[in-house]
């Protein structure tokens, strides 16, 4: 029947998709649950989805994108590690008439050099973070610590800002130290504990700001094996809403996060598709939901829903 055929060639166009990945790495919980979710999008849509993993590097990422390039592929999913640098080969593909779609990461380069970017509000997100420190200190002195993300990444840049324009006004709060611990668990604790060392064995610290929860789960473990208690003795706030700071959040140990999706490719992919149909142009910024959660709001639970999907 038509409806049979019709049905048939659909399946078909999708099969011949071909969308070339270039991810930045593993460094957080988030990042792999956004590849898990990547990974599934694609399938249920039926692409040959061609991932490359960079290991935190940019040049990597340009050598993914150029081999994309020369490989053909229908589009090009970008998550850039940094936000400099990628004029040259963002012109390579556009040259090549490649809709490349940048997900949670923004770059510098002119936006006619790509087709559309999803990804969160990063300045807010850091805003919604220091605007819960602010309530919840209620006028009291605090010393803030911030852990930032990966040096030159649109996330550790706008983070920063958005925090810094939330408390400020606020004289009785102050980042004291701050200090890239680049997204990564294992960085988040060894800075935390130069910060601890360097604040009266961590007595002097009221909060912690880190702009991501992998960082600030590490940093937990460091403000525990200094004998005091996080979540208490040291307030703590971050971004992403991983299963693993809920997880510490229902045990008291953390005390706040806001929302950051995984599931940044659905977007992209109902955008890519409208602009193969029929060459709908999309938005140039796709932008996803940002939500405070805190003690109150069922950790445990948030937990559970969570602790499946790839994180
Ligand atoms: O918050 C962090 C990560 O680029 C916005 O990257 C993203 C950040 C995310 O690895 O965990």
Known sequence: SAAALALGSGAAMAQDRVIGFSQIGSESGWRAAETTLTRMQAEERGYDLRFSDAQQRQENQIAAIRSFVAQGVDAILLAPVVATGWDSVLQEAHEAEIPVVLLDRMVDSDPSLY??????????????????????????????????????????????TGFEQ????????????????????????EVMESFI???????????????????????????????????????????????DIFAAMA????????????????????????????????????????????????????????????Y
């Open 115 to 160: 087709l559309t970017a999803v990804g969160s509000d990063l300045v807010h997100e850091g805003e919604v973070a220091g605007q819960w420190l602010v309530d919840e200190v209620a006028g009291e002195e605090c010393r803030v610590v911030e852990l930032q993300g990966t040096t030159g990444s649109s996330p550790a840049i706008d983070r920063k």
């Open 197 to 243: 060392q360097a604040e009266n064995g961590g007595r002097d610290i009221c909060a912690l700001y880190a702009h991501n929860d992998d960082m600030a789960v590490g940093a937990i473990q460091a403000i525990k094996e200094a004998g005091l208690t996080p979540g208490e003795d040291i307030l703590i706030v971050s971004i992403d809403a991983v299963p």
């Open 251 to 310: 045990a008291g140990e953390a005390n706040a996060t806001v929302e950051l999706t995984p599931n940044m490719a659905g977007p992209a992919f109902d955008a890519l598709e409208a602009f193969w149909a029929d060459g709908t142009e999309p938005e140039k910024f796709i932008q996803t939901e940002s939500r405070l959660y805190t003690q109150a709001d069922d950790p445990a639970g948030e937990y559970e829903a969570r602790k499946d999907l790839g």
């Open 166 to 189: 939330a408390i400020a006004g606020h004289d009785n709060i102050q980042i004291v130290r701050s200090q890239t611990g680049d997204f990564t668990r294992a960085l988040g604790k």
